[in-house]
């Protein structure tokens, strides 16, 4: 979806792609979907704060149709086992796609010692207790923060 | 109603790293309170995922369109982009005052990134583990993505297929 975004911006002449790219990085600095992120903040960018709702909700109107749409339609096979069996492999491929992109996540960085240990001690945290969610985070977050200021 | 949109709009704050780093800890919340059983969970993904569309926004207008119809979905998907809408808002009005660097913020992310989606394959793969069939599809879709330059979609829907094939 960003490399269309990116795509159309230089079409419409709205954004260089260098500024795209600025964009694209803050969106990834704040919380929800990238593409619905990028979306909020070239509005924004382009035509102020109305700009950046009119490219919110323009951006959010389709999927949710589509899924309403579809839901509506696998409801009326879901008791069929070859639909379930279809859904259930879909869901193993997109296992197999996360482990993929977690690879390459974990390729990219550098990995000292103590980063390694909050790291591992975080997810092993928040895959057995999942409620605090958000304490978790932020204390990772300073933890990391702190010793990044090193480098 | 409230509850449901609630879980959405507080995982909202978190959804850092795009949709997927949340989806772990979202079925912990849901699951836990009962909210979806996990094989209604596992559908929702896939649904979510082969729907265009950011997965996280589908997830969300899926789980409440399943419970509450319409409105459901349309609370939930609101609920869940409000937070990054107050964030961005947030950080527009400190960034003329603080400045923070960027690269250090950048990679203290990623680090999260790596956590939660750490998180998100443990949580959808483990309750599937003992089932040989599972490992076959989700390694061979590994494979497949790791080696070629297959677009995505077309994977989860040979996914979908193998698992027609060979799962019982």
Same mark, same amino acid.
């Given at each position: 979806?960003?490399?269309?975004?990116?795509?159309?911006?230089?079409?419409?002449?709205?954004?260089?792609?260098?500024?795209?790219?600025?964009?694209?990085?803050?969106?990834?600095?704040?919380?929800?979907?990238?593409?619905?992120?990028?979306?909020?903040?070239?509005?924004?960018?382009?035509?102020?704060?109305?700009?950046?709702?009119?490219?919110?909700?323009?951006?959010?109107?389709?999927?949710?149709?589509?899924?309403?749409?579809?839901?509506?339609?696998? $409801?009326?096979?879901?008791? /069929?086992?070859?639909?379930? $069996?279809?859904?259930?492999?879909?869901?193993?491929?997109?296992?197999?796609?996360?482990? /993929?992109?977690?690879?390459?996540?974990?390729?990219?960085?550098?990995?000292?010692?103590?980063?390694?240990?909050?790291?591992?001690?975080?997810?092993?945290?928040?895959?057995?207790? +999942? *409620?605090?969610?958000?304490?978790?985070?932020? *204390?990772?977050?300073?933890? =990391?923060?702190?010793?990044?200021?090193?480098? | 109603?409230?509850?449901?949109?609630?879980?959405?709009?507080?995982?909202?704050?978190?959804?850092?790293? +795009?949709?997927?780093?949340?989806?772990?800890?979202?079925?912990?919340?849901?699951?836990?309170?009962?909210?979806?059983?996990?094989?209604?969970?596992?559908?929702?993904? *896939?649904?979510?995922?082969?729907?265009? +569309?950011?997965?996280?926004? /589908?997830?969300?207008?899926?789980?409440?369109?399943?419970?509450?119809?319409? #409105?459901?979905?349309?609370?939930?998907?609101?609920?869940?982009?409000?937070?990054?809408?107050?964030?961005?808002?947030?950080?527009?009005?400190?960034?003329?005052?603080?400045?923070?660097?960027? $690269?250090?913020?950048?990679?203290?992310?990623?680090?999260?990134?790596?956590?939660?989606?750490?998180?998100?394959?443990?949580?959808?793969?483990?309750?599937?583990?003992?089932?040989?069939?599972?490992?076959?599809?989700?390694? #061979?879709?590994?494979?497949?993505?790791?080696? #070629?330059?297959?677009?995505?979609?077309?994977?989860?829907? #040979?996914?979908?297929?193998?698992?027609?094939?060979? =799962? *019982?």
């Amino acid at each position: 979806m960003i490399p269309m975004m990116m795509w159309e911006m230089e079409k419409f002449s709205w954004l260089k792609k260098d500024k795209f790219l600025d964009v694209f990085s803050f969106a990834q600095c704040i919380p929800g979907p990238i593409a619905f992120n990028t979306a909020l903040l070239l509005g924004k960018r382009i035509a102020g704060i109305s700009g950046a709702f009119a490219a919110g909700i323009a951006v959010i109107i389709p999927p949710f149709f589509a899924i309403v749409g579809v839901t509506s339609i696998v $409801r009326l096979f879901s008791d /069929n086992v070859y639909i379930g $069996r279809f859904l259930k492999g879909c869901y193993m491929a997109i296992v197999g796609l996360l482990v /993929n992109i977690l690879w390459h996540l974990v390729k990219r960085q550098k990995w000292s010692v103590y980063k390694t240990l909050v790291v591992v001690a975080a997810a092993v945290l928040l895959y057995l207790k +999942g *409620s605090f969610l958000i304490v978790i985070l932020i *204390s990772t977050f300073i933890l =990391l923060y702190i010793k990044e200021a090193k480098f | 109603m409230i509850d449901l949109a609630f879980v959405f709009f507080k995982i909202g704050f978190v959804a850092l790293g +795009g949709g997927w780093a949340i989806v772990g800890v979202l079925k912990a919340e849901l699951v836990s309170r009962g909210l979806l059983t996990p094989e209604q969970f596992a559908q929702a993904v *896939s649904i979510a995922q082969i729907t265009p +569309g950011p997965v996280a926004i /589908n997830l969300a207008t899926y789980t409440g369109y399943m419970h509450y119809g319409f #409105t459901g979905a349309l609370l939930n998907t609101l609920a869940f982009i409000t937070p990054p809408i107050l964030v961005a808002l947030i950080a527009w009005m400190i960034s003329r005052k603080v400045r923070l660097d960027k $690269r250090k913020i950048t990679n203290t992310l990623r680090s999260l990134t790596t956590i939660m989606i750490t998180v998100t394959v443990v949580s959808l793969f483990l309750p599937y583990a003992k089932i040989a069939q599972v490992w076959i599809i989700a390694g #061979t879709i590994f494979l497949l993505s790791a080696k #070629t330059k297959i677009h995505p979609i077309f994977l989860i829907i #040979t996914g979908g297929f193998l698992g027609v094939l060979i =799962l *019982s």
